[in-house]
Every structure is written in structure tokens, then in C-alpha cells.
């Protein structure tokens, strides 16, 4: 990914956020993926959308020594991810629910880094056995505090009703394939069109002081 752009069609990235083997994750950033090539934003020239797997990056637990506020990174690893994370102009996340909150992968990613996050827009699908909910509010703590908006429609699959277990092995833990209920289609569709106008509204911003007074 290059830079990000202040023209041109918005670059979102969606980032899969479980990195673990056999995860659900790759299915659900694949329904995304499938989804959006079909929304009117990407048919039209408007967006594309580039997965961010963070299995692929490889990022150890923090090892930088300052804080990703001032930008001195010392490691490639860093480097390499701050690349990818300027070259969007926006964001869709896609998250598990681990224990009522985001993969420990995800958040050490998002505490990276900092700059590259700021005034972008973001929406967050999230799924669990409940709907994965409480991932998708730490999560939209998390990114305030890095500056990124996070757009009002949320998407939310639940391992009961949005992945059929039919032809699943008794005890398979990475069994489920992704079928979700029309109205999360729906939903996506929204999140992406509002991600698409908060992300131009927040171009249209940048360079201006974040505060004033
Ligand atoms: C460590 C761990 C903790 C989990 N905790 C919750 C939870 O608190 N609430 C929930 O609804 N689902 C929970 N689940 C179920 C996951 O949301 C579900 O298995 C999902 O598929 C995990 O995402 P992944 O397959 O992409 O790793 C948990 C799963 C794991 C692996």
C-alpha cells in the first residue's frame, strides 16, 4: 500500500482481526470482501477494499521502546505496519469476541501505532456466540483513543443464526460456515456507504488543527 490519498477512491482496509489457526475470522473478512466488491461505492470507482490480515504481519507484543504517539519507531516489523496502516484511508475491522472483549492480537496492533490511525473512519463488524457485541464497544473505545471515527452502523453475526453448523462434525471447533440472515447483508451495506462519506468528510479536514482555541 502507498500513502494515503486526499483524492481518488478511498482505500479502505479490512482488518482480520483473529489470527489463530482454523479461525472464523478469514470467513467472515471473505462474506466482507464478497459484499463490498457488489456495493455501489466499489462498482463505481469510489472505494476499494484491501484485507489486512494480521496474521501476516507478525507483530510480536510491543517491543517499541517509545510510545507510538511520537512516531520514533526502532523495528522493521513497525515500520512495516505503519505503511500499511497509512496507506488506508479508512478502516472496516473485523473482530471476535475473546472474553467479552478483542483478540489480544488486534489490540496490540491497534498500540502500534498512532499518526497512521488518526481522523480516519471505521466500521467494525464483530461475531460470537452472542453476536460478538462487546468485542465491537472495546473495540470503539480502543480506536477513539487513536483518533479513529468509528461510523454509527455496526454489523454483528452470531454463531447461532449467521453460520450454519449442518454439515458440521459433532465437537469440531472450527466448524460453521458463514451464512448470515439478510438484514446483516443490509447493515453491511450501510456501514459501508457511511464509512465511504465519513472517510471523503474527514479527507476534506485534513492538514487543519485538531483543536482549536
Ligand atoms: C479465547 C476465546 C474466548 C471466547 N470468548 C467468547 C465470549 O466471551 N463471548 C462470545 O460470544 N464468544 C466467545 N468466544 C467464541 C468466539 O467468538 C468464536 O469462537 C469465534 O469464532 C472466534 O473467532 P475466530 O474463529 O476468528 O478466532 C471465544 C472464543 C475464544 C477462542
Known amino acids: 500500500m502507498q500513502n494515503a ?4 477512491p478511498v482505500r479502505i482496509g479490512l482488518i482480520v482481526g483473529s489470527t489463530r489457526p482454523g479461525r472464523r475470522g478469514a470467513a467472515v473478512a471473505g462474506w466482507v470482501t464478497e459484499v463490498a466488491s457488489r456495493h455501489p461505492a466499489v462498482r463505481g470507482g469510489d472505494a476499494v477494499v484491501e484485507l489486512v490480515d494480521l496474521a501476516e504481519q507478525e507483530l510480536p507484543l510491543l517491543d517499541e521502546p517509545v510510545p507510538a ?5 526502532r523495528h522493521p516489523h513497525t515500520r512495516r505496519w505503519s505503511t500499511v496502516v497509512g496507506g488506508c484511508d479508512a478502516f ?3 473482530t471476535p469476541d475473546y472474553n467479552r472483549s478483542i483478540p489480544a492480537a488486534l489490540k496490540n496492533a491497534v498500540d502500534y501505532l498512532y499518526a497512521e490511525w488518526n481522523d480516519k473512519a471505521a466500521g467494525v463488524v464483530n461475531y460470537g456466540v452472542q453476536g ?6 472495546h473495540l470503539q473505545a480502543v480506536l477513539g483513543e487513536v483518533r479513529v471515527a468509528v461510523v454509527p452502523t455496526r454489523v454483528s453475526l452470531s454463531l447461532f443464526t449467521d453460520f450454519d453448523f449442518s454439515q458440521a462434525q459433532p465437537g469440531d471447533p472450527t466448524a ?14 450501510t456501514m459501508l456507504a457511511e464509512v465511504v462519506s465519513w472517510s471523503r468528510a474527514l479527507r476534506a479536514t485534513a492538514g487543519e488543527p485538531a483543536r482549536v482555541g
Open 69 to 73: 504517539l511520537f512516531g520514533d519507531y
Open 132 to 137: 460478538g457485541n462487546r468485542a465491537g464497544d
Open 176 to 189: 460453521g460456515r458463514i451464512a448470515p440472515a439478510g438484514e446483516r447483508e443490509e447493515a453491511l451495506v
Open 5 to 8: 490519498q486526499t483524492t481518488g
Open 92 to 94: 472496516v475491522f473485523v
